[in-house]
T-cell receptor
Framework: QKEVEQNSGPLSVPEGAIASLNCTYS??????FFWYRQYSGKSPELIMS????GDKEDGRFTAQLNKASQYVSLLIRDSQPSDSATYLC?????????????FGAGTQVVVTP | EPEVTQTPSHQVTQMGQEVILRCVPI?????FYWYRQILGQKVEFLVS????????KSEIFDDQFSVERPDGSNFTLKIRSTKLEDSAMYFC???????????FGPGTRLLVL
């Protein structure tokens, strides 16, 4: 069983629309969750982190966490062509040392003008 | 803005040769990571390093791999005897005491022939 699962896409979104990305994880004791954006050939960059159940908003991005369902999502409002990238979900079982991040395979998002 | 740097950006080597990939994490960061990403695949955790010792490592990080922090700034990944399947992008990352953001370096693209 994959530890972190995401739909690979591509997810095609019209410019100005909302993109909705989903991620499920298998380890119930996971505590911290992250969304990264990765442009082709580039390194991942952090968009948001979320630690508690519920919603967390940062600009056009909203992360949603449901630990009971082992599910974390990312909404991108007012999608722009520059949002076209692969979005990676990452999970960590918070230990004393923040040792191991598990990444999903990523969802490719294509925003069409 | 501080950044993680990696050298070289590209490396080509013959199978069986040793390679050392170098990283300079952000100066006041305490947690250091190596990841690899085979072309078209997901980001895979290799190893984390904290307080001058390995914190966690994945099953990929076998005896062919080693990490060092030889001085106060550099963080290296050594592959002793490279295999064809080691061809990938290798990312270094670091996290500070606030534990909020994991910063990735630009990566080293390794090609084993």
């Amino acid at each position: 069983q994959k530890e972190v699962e995401q739909n690979s896409g591509p997810l095609s979104v019209p410019e100005g629309a909302i993109a909705s990305l989903n991620c499920t994880y298998s380890d119930r004791v996971s505590q911290s969750f992250f969304w990264y954006r990765q442009y082709s050939g580039k390194s991942p960059e952090l968009i948001m982190s979320i630690y508690s159940n519920g919603d967390k908003e940062d600009g056009r991005f909203t992360a949603q966490l449901n630990k009971a369902s082992q599910y974390v999502s990312l909404l991108i409002r007012d999608s722009q062509p520059s949002d076209s990238a692969t979005y990676l979900c990452a999970v960590i079982r918070t230990t004393d040392s923040w040792g191991k991040f598990q990444f999903g395979a990523g969802t490719q998002v294509v925003v069409t003008p | 803005e501080p950044e993680v740097t990696q050298t070289p950006s590209h490396q080509v080597t013959q199978m069986g040769q040793e390679v050392i990939l170098r990283c300079v994490p952000i100066s006041n960061h305490l947690y250091f990571y190596w990841y690899r990403q085979i072309l078209g695949q997901k980001v895979e955790f290799l190893v984390s390093f904290y307080n001058n010792e390995i914190s966690e490592k994945s099953e990929i990080f076998d005896d062919q791999f080693s990490v060092e922090r030889p001085d106060g700034s550099n963080f290296t990944l050594k592959i002793r005897s490279t295999k064809l399947e080691d061809s990938a992008m290798y990312f270094c990352a670091s996290i500070g005491t606030g534990r909020e953001t994991q910063y990735f370096g630009p990566g080293t693209r390794l090609l084993v022939l």
